[in-house]
Nanobody
Framework: QVQLVESGGGLVQPGGSLRLSCAAS????????MGWYRQAPGKQRELVAT???????NYPNSVKGRFTISRGNAKNTVDLQMNNLKPEDTAVYYC?????????????WGQGTQVTVSS
């Protein structure tokens, strides 16, 4: 089993910054993809940023140039630096780990952390 714990959410004004962290523990596979999804009220969950075990990074256009995903200082940790935040970034942000060895979509999810961007 894999466990994920998120931290770093909060309230910030438009144009501000936040840094999220996700720590994975347990039986982590050698091939994996870790990253962040977000879900706003009444909307579907969407991908924010991912990094896999080979270091390949993926961003959607909505955050590209503003958000940066990276390895954390601690082992099996990823960080998401969010700059120039906009009100439309308001959502619950969920950490995700996908097992790269499975023939199915074998996902583990964190509990989520609230990010609110408002004046």
């Amino acid at each position: 089993q894999v466990q994920l714990v998120e931290s770093g959410g909060g309230l910030v004004q438009p144009g501000g910054s936040l840094r999220l962290s996700c720590a994975a523990s347990g039986s982590i596979p050698s091939m994996y993809r870790m990253g962040w999804y977000r879900q706003a009220p009444g909307k579907q969950r969407e991908l924010v940023a991912t990094i896999n075990s080979r270091g390949i990074i993926n961003y959607p256009n909505s955050v590209k140039g503003r958000f940066t995903i990276s390895r954390g200082n601690a082992k099996n940790t990823v960080d998401l630096q969010m700059n120039n935040l906009k009100p439309e970034d308001t959502a619950v942000y969920y950490c995700n780990l996908r097992n790269g060895w499975s023939r199915y979509e074998d996902d583990t999810w964190g509990q989520g952390t609230q990010v609110t961007v408002s004046s």
